[in-house]
Every structure is written in structure tokens, then in C-alpha cells.
């Protein structure tokens, strides 16, 4: 364990709120699961509202505020404003927050659709017919990707949004990670469907170190080209659908992935063919 | 008359994982009405599985939670084997056990020493009461990086593994990976009878309660991955006839779907309940730990659920110790399977650490999925708590407004709901908030 003291930090240390959207809590337990740094993290910032963590709650304003989670509901979508008017710095974490998260395929559904498959009684409910990123509601000061987040890339970018410096973090692909790592590459030796050409990095390449294919859950790398690596895909003879669905994820609504699956599945909101490679 | 009316309302409760409120009124001295209303948006996943492939709803169905995923992808591998007629081979079973130990080890420090030990010590958090015993509050952690090492070496990450499949693993964890565990494994097994001790000293208020109690049960070992669904007297079901005894009504005035047995009985799943149908099955080094405590077989007194908590930790790290010393890397790492052309259906059960989760699919023939339902501790919970909740403040009346507040608090987190998980599947508050 750290040495650091933990005594209760004085008003003069940073703030930090932790918000939650439509979400599945992983991205800000990541800040919990930083057993080794928490205490002495806490001695640096003051958590000023962290449900998941404290009953206490002070009022803005935050000098940083992490938000997770989409915004699903139009009660969401105005205390997303009142969180942006309160913050000097809204950093957005995780694919729910970045991309609308797995609840964004909503937005490839006709309308109502989904309540109605769910729930006797859709009228009582109150959600949009989208799921849509944080960055479609404000301008956000920075993003972390990842289904979830990676936990080392949450404390940088904690750490550098404080200091007022801009987080050290990469646009490579994950591809790059497993080029590094040394990992056999699993699309050149069996032709396996993987995301990582067009999928940032961060995990280091974690999937194929374990002899499984990226499924793409860090979202599109900077640049991505997923026509090219989906032509390729389906020259090496998997289907459409399969392909189209694993676009579909937790980033399903990132711009080149929502592009690409809706190029190879078409606007037909089935899922495309069962073939699954 | 209005005079005499009190009301407790605590909007987006801490220390839940999730978005929840509850509210008690009270009237002319007895309690009027009480709610526990799940405010988090919906994010449909029974009807966003219907046209995947069978083999991408074990992490799919993970996202609902990131405090449990092991807990949805082995109940929705276990469904989705079952529906393709496959049963794993005793590795594969032993390596999905160890992995879920994980969980339960992670899980069950984060909630003793971060989300609930603070009601008992009167701290707002677990850095209010890390300034008072940091030594104990670091014990917690260790404990809850350890659950989250295995996890990582089995797993291949904590939150939202990557290693599971339908049929098992991508691939086996090495020997030494697996053996390097021990150690820390160890030490946590230590630090969790230390825990064991150090919650039973706590202050319990005074109350019990006549559950009906329900839990996987396999008649030689604690249930963790699989087991039959047990209730004394009412229930020994396979996950699939499980299904069809349990009902979940949609009740208008109320914002939460309410699972009962047979559409009438409420009853509890969890820690109380595994331990109250399975105290016999625990390993002696638990056993004795529960004893020491002051536990019998049975605890009906929900705020000592964190004792009883503590004690299925111990039996998580030893039963993680014992699987790893005994482990064997199956291979192949995961069993063959396809989906019969005829269509197919397939339920799983396995205990999530806040409870029994209970996933069934439909399947056509081509192995999508044409119809699938999720059923997660929280909502079966959900009434007992309020039950809960109609007791504890008519015991505590006593106690002024923030007091009584705290304990309901309290009475909501004895059973570590997971907001995350009901919400899904769970209606909105009907007024606008
Ligand atoms: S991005 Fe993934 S891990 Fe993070 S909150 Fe959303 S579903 Fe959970
Ligand atoms: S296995 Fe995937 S991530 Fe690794 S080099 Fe090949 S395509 Fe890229
Ligand atoms: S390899 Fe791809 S799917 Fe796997 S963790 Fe990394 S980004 Fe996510």
C-alpha cells in the first residue's frame, strides 16, 4: 500500500465529481479498483460527489468532472447542461459516454421498438428513442474510450486534467499494441475476424494475447479504414452479417463503425445473416 | 389530519451501485407506505439480444453490470450450453468456478469495506474511515485487488473479462499463472477471517425476519456457477422449470417490475439466503470463522448480513486456494458448440454475489436468438427490501429524522442491491422527477 496521508483534503484541493448516465457502472468502479492509488487519491482531490463511493455531496463548482454513461432520458439530456454549466473540465469515460454504449443500438431500431419489446406497458416510460454520447450535448474537454475504461489511462487522464496538461494517450490502433507484444497475428494466420486494425488502442492488445479476436471494445482508432479491412473480411469469406454485428457493440454509434455496419448490413434493422464464422 | 406525518426521502442513495431512491412515509405513528424506486434509465437488453448470435450474449449480457460480469456470462454460458445440449468437462467447470471466486472475492470486499462498514462506524465513506483505521480499510483493499488479480489471470481483465465463451474459455490460464496466486490468495483467506472478526463487533440493531429464502444448492459443495434452485418446502428446480415458477408483474403505481414465485410469493436471494440452505456445505475454515462470529445456520437478521458476507468471503478465498492448487488447464479450453437446426432453449442459473441471476434464451435454428429473458437479483429482491424497509422503521421510530434516515439507508444496502442489474429490466418512475 501507498504511504500517503489521507487525511480529509482542505477546500483548497481540486474537486472531483463522478457523474452516472445510462450505464453499467464499470467504467467509474475502474476508479475504485485503483486499490493501490484510491486512498492516496482521495488525499490529493476532494470527491466532491461520488455516489458510488460517499453520502456526502458538496454543490459545484468541480474542477473536474468525469461523466459515464449515455444520455437516454430528456430529464438526462438537461442535467447533462447543469453538469457542463458547474464544471470547469468535463471528461467523458467509457464507450457509454463517448459512443452511447451497447443501450446505442436503439438508435438503429425503428422507434419504440425496443420499449415495446421489453415492457407491458411502454407508456410509463419515459426514455428517448436514441442513446447518444455525451459530445452530442456539450462540448466535452476530453475523452477516454473503452468497454471499460482502462484503469492506468483513467488515473492519466485524472492526473494530467488537473495539472492542466494534456493527457498522454494513443491514437495507434490495437494492432500496433499486438505488433509490439509479439503476438502471432490471428486475421494473417487463420483469417480470423479482428477489429484491431481499426480499433484504438489502449487494452495493449489484450484479446489476441489470449488467442481471440478484437472485438472492437475501445472504438475506432484514430483514421480508422473499416471499408478496406471489411473488404478484406469478406474476401476471406465471412459474411456480411457477422461482420455488420460485430461493428455493433458497445461503439455501435462511433462514426466509422456505425458507417460500416450499416455499409454491410444495409438499414434493415435485423441483424443481417446468421453466419458467425 | 395531516399532522403527524413524517417522511423519509433519500433521492439517488450512495454507496448502491446504481441510481435508486427510497422513500418511507409515516403516519399517525405507523408506517404508511414505503418505496425503493429504481430511477436509472432502461437499456433494453432482452430486446437488443434478439437477432445476436447465441455466442456473443455471454459478453454482451456482461454490460449490464460492471460490478458482476462473471456473474452474466456464466449464466448466460451455462443457458446457451444448455441449448446446445453441452455439458462442459470438469475443468472447464473448475476453471469458471475459480474465475467467479474471483468475483465474489472483489465484490464482496468492495461492498463490506467501501459501501457498507461506513453505516456501522458512522463515516460518510470508506477515506472518512480510512483516517480512523487506515490499516483496516487497506486490508479491504488488498483483499479486493487480489479477487481482481485472479480475475485478471483467469479472465484476462476485471471489469468485463475477455477470456469467457460459450463452452468455456479462449484459453487456458498457464500453471504458473495460475500457481502464482497462491500467495496472495493466502494471505487473503488471513484477511478475510480478520475481516470475519472485525464485522462481527460491529452493532446490529435488532431485527429479524421470516424470509423465504432461495439459493442454487448441489448437496456437496457451496453453489457459486451452478446448482439446482432451492426454497424449503417449495422449490428444487432446474433453472429452466425455475423459470416458469417465477413471475414478474408490472406494477403500475410502483416503478419496479416485482419477481415473485408463482406470481404471489416474495421472497430473498443472496448472502442470507445461500447461507441459510447451504451453512452445512461451507469448508471448516469458514465454518468456524461463522461460529466464532456468533452465527448459526441460519441468520434472519438482515443488517448481520455483512457478517455473513465476511464468512463467504473466507470460504471464497479458500475455495479459490483449493481450485487453484488442484488446477488442471482444460484442453481444449472450451467445449464445441453449435446450435440444434430444430431451434432450441435454454435456461442458466448461477449465484451473482448480491443473488440469484437467472438467464433463459430462445434460439432458432440458425442459433440466433429469437427471445431472451434476464432476471436479476435486485428485482427479486426488490420486495423483501421494502419488506425490510416497513420493519426497520417500525422498530426505529424512536430514532430522530437523520438516524432514521441512515438506518433505512442501511436496510437498502444490507442487500447490496445492484441498481445497474434491476434497472434493465426494471419500469421508470412514472412522475417526472
Ligand atoms: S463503457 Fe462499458 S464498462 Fe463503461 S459504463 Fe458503459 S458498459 Fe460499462
Ligand atoms: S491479431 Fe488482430 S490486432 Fe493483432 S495484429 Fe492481427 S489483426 Fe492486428
Ligand atoms: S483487444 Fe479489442 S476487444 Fe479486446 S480488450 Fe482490446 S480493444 Fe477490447
Redesign the pocket.
Known sequence: MTTTATSRPEPGRPSVAVWKFASCDGCQLSLLDCEDELLALAGRVRFAHFPEMSRTSTGGPYDLSLVEGSVTTPADAARILEIRRLSRRVVTIGACATAGGIQGLRNFAAAGEYAAAVYARPEYLSTLDTSTPISDHIEVDGELHGCPVDRGQLLEVITAHLAGRRPVLSGS???QE??ARG?V????ARGTA?L??VTRAGCG?LC?SLDR??FGCFGPSDAPNVAALADRLVGDGHGRGELGRLLRTFNAGAGPFAAGSTALLGPDPEMGSPDHG | MADDVRSIAVEGMARVEGEGSLHVSVRDGAVADVSLDIFEPPRFFEALLRGRHFTEAPDITARICGICPVAYQTSACTALEAACGVTVDSRIQALRRLLYCGEWIQSHALHIYLLHAPDFLGCADAVELAERDRAGVARGLAIKRTGNELMTVVGGRSIHPVNVRVGGFWQAPTREAVAALAGPLDQARQDALATVAWVAGFDFPDVESDYRFVALHTGDCYPVESGRVVSRGLLDATAEEFSYRVVEEHVARSTALHARIDGELTYLTGPLARYALNSRLLPEVARRAAAEAGLEEVCRNPFRSIVVRAVELVFACDEALRLVEGYEPPDPPAAACSAPDTGSVGAGASEAPRGLLLHRYELDGRGMITTARIVPPTSQNQRAIEEDLRRVVTSSLSLDDPELTLRCEQAVRNHDPCISCAAHFLDLTVEER
Open positions: 490502433s490495437v494492432c499486438c505488433k503476438t497475428c490471428l486475421l494473417v479482428c484491431g486494425p492488445a489476441p479476436a478484437c
